[in-house]
């Protein structure tokens, strides 16, 4: 379910973007890494400490965000293609 989550938030980032980006499938694909990744932290954090369940969407959304803004994949906005 987090990995459907990430994907959908992926694919509404995807929307967030300027029209006629390069790689449109790249955004689900991120956002479905993200949300496994983001399930991955959120175990390993409720074994360890007990997090919250409200903790999960967050890091999903986090993950995605991280992945496909700051930390994402650089466009050459200047290649003709």
């Known amino acids: ?3 459907a989550f ?3 938030v ?3 980032f995807r929307l967030s973007r300027r029209p006629g980006s ?3 499938l790249l955004f ?3 956002g479905l890494a993200a949300g496994i990744a983001g399930y991955v ?3 390993l954090l409720s074994v360890t400490t007990g997090a919250p369940a409200w903790l999960l969407p967050l890091l999903v959304v986090l993950q995605t965000w ?3 803004g700051p930390l994402g994949p650089r466009f050459d906005r ?3 293609s």
């Open 66 to 68: 991280l992945w496909l």
């Open 6 to 8: 990430g994907t959908f």
């Open 28 to 30: 689900p694909l991120v």
């Open 10 to 12: 992926g694919s509404l």
């Open 22 to 24: 390069q790689r449109p």
């Open 78 to 80: 200047h290649r003709d």
């Open 1 to 3: 379910m987090a990995a």
């Open 41 to 43: 932290i959120f175990y």
